[in-house]
């Protein structure tokens, strides 16, 4: 394996174990999750099984619906697969390491759900300058901006309230309640990007520079 290629899967594989990492501190803070997780999170109090075997299967069912959109279940996609299973697995090792960490009041609830969303931008810091590849839900929203030729960050945004509106439509029609969506979900929502962007100008240069990347002024 070239040497630039290891390095970006060094780098990717990083920044997956720190979103798994953000994941679980979100589930900790009991607050709700990211737009992108609440299904999986909504299926968790519905149906046995865990929060990492769930979000596996909602991301590969995104998979899906990216492939039909795009057409073509090519190498990419089979590249997401395997990286959804990797980081479902690492959602499920690394909450054996989290349990302990349990906010007691609504303030410590807060805070780790702010300390869930500096994590996870961390996370999709590295996974977007590795350049390798992208999660299906990035990869499903991406390919129907190409295909109804729409802004990407717009679209976004409403795929992000389609999801959320969905958790909470099944959540108050079976579970009579909205545990999946709450304050959390805001946060992230409102924290997120702003932390990525921060993350970008403080690592962009160290990272190009580990990744071999030249950048032309």
Do not use: W
């Not at 979100?26 to 299904?39: I, M, Y």
């Not at 409403?158 to 079976?174: G, K, M, N, R, W």
Request: glycine share 6%; with cysteine; aromatic share 12%.
């Amino acid at each position: 394996m070239p040497n630039y290629m290891r390095r970006k899967l060094i780098v990717y594989l990083t920044g997956i174990l720190t979103l798994a990492v953000g994941s679980n501190l979100f589930l900790n803070a009991a607050l709700g999750v990211a737009p992108s997780c609440s299904l999986a999170l909504t299926f968790t109090f519905l149906l046995p099984g865990s929060y990492a075997l769930f979000n596996f299967i909602v991301n590969t069912l995104i998979l899906i619906l990216e492939a039909l959109i795009a057409r073509k279940f090519g190498k990419t996609q089979i590249l997401q697969f395997i990286i959804t299973f990797i980081y479902s697995y690492l959602i499920k090792l690394t909450s054996l390491f989290l349990t302990h960490i349990q906010p007691h009041t609504f303030l410590e609830q807060v805070l780790l759900a702010i300390l869930a969303c500096i994590v996870m931008a961390l996370g999709i810091t590295l996974t977007i300058h590795s350049n390798l590849t992208v999660m299906p839900y990035e990869g499903f929203i991406g390919a129907l901006a190409f295909r109804l030729r729409k802004d990407f960050g717009k679209l976004r945004v409403i795929i992000d309230v389609t999801f959320t509106l969905a958790s909470i439509v099944i959540s108050l029609i079976l579970l009579h309640n909205i545990n999946s969506v709450g304050l959390g979900t805001i946060i992230a929502s409102f924290l997120t990007g702003s932390v990525v962007s921060f993350y970008d100008v403080l690592f962009n240069k160290k990272l190009n520079n580990y990744l071999g990347i030249v950048v032309l002024n």
